[in-house]
T-cell receptor, first 114, second 111 residues
Framework: GQQLNQSPQSMFIQEGEDVSMNCTSSSIFNTWLWYKQDPGEGPVLLIALYKAGELTSNGRLTAQFGITRKDSFLNISASIPSDVGIYFCAGRGSSGGSNYKLTFGKGTLLTVNP | NAGVTQTPKFRVLKTGQSMTLLCAQDMNHEYMYWYRQDPGMGLRLIHYSVGEGTTAKGEVPDGYNVSRLKKQNFLLGLESAAPSQTSVYFC??????????FGDGTRLSIL
């Protein structure tokens, strides 16, 4: 099946620093999504990317859909303590039944030191 | 607007016991999913449904069964619980496959 490699697994940063994380896949995806999960809650959608090369921002967050359609990155600028959580990338497949399913990366655990 | 509601939120079972996790969504979504989340493993798809009366296997379906008798409900069953099924279970739903809404999870421990 489709697999996503997300890196890094964890990050420890100081408040105010910028953060970058990425996902790569051996398969092509039609859509890339980035989710954040706060402790004790379900993941919440941050950014959705629909076409190769697309660069989208949501406040301090910026994400890009790779040209090859096999990768995506997420940047967080000027981190704050509430950015703490697990960030997941997810891809939606390009054909058949995979259109309805999201494949998730294993997550990046972000810790922000005040 | 409740969104996706999972019950129960916590449960402890003994090996061999059975139970059913309930997921309910009030957004009239066609697609519903059950994921499990384990440390370092991310979210893995157990089963999913593309509409009322339909179900399909995901990435890790063994040991689980599901039913979608009503559009708004998606049930996940464990017939004979095993310690390897200790996990946090998330239900999710979507109408488009893009904006997937997640519940807050069910924390299941099997002793």
């Amino acid at each position: 099946g489709q697999q996503l490699n997300q890196s890094p697994q964890s990050m420890f940063i100081q408040e105010g620093e910028d953060v970058s994380m990425n996902c790569t896949s051996s398969s092509i995806f039609n859509t890339w999504l980035w989710y954040k999960q706060d402790p004790g809650e379900g993941p919440v959608l941050l950014i959705a990317l629909y076409k190769a090369g697309e660069l989208t921002s949501n406040g301090r967050l910026t994400a890009q859909f790779g040209i090859t359609r096999k990768d995506s990155f997420l940047n967080i600028s000027a981190s704050i303590p509430s950015d703490v959580g697990i960030y997941f990338c997810a891809g939606r497949g390009s054909s058949g039944g995979s259109n309805y399913k999201l494949t998730f990366g294993k997550g990046t655990l972000l810790t922000v030191n005040p | 607007n409740a969104g996706v509601t999972q019950t129960p939120k916590f449960r402890v079972l003994k090996t061999g016991q059975s139970m059913t996790l309930l997921c309910a969504q009030d957004m009239n979504h066609e697609y519903m999913y059950w994921y499990r989340q384990d440390p370092g493993m991310g979210l893995r798809l157990i089963h999913y449904s593309v509409g009322e009366g339909t179900t399909a296997k995901g990435e890790v379906p063994d040991g689980y069964n599901v039913s979608r008798l009503k559009k708004q409900n998606f049930l996940l069953g464990l017939e004979s619980a095993a310690p390897s099924q200790t996990s946090v279970y998330f239900c999710a739903s979507t109408s488009t496959g893009l904006y997937v809404h997640f519940g807050d999870g069910t924390r299941l421990s099997i002793l």
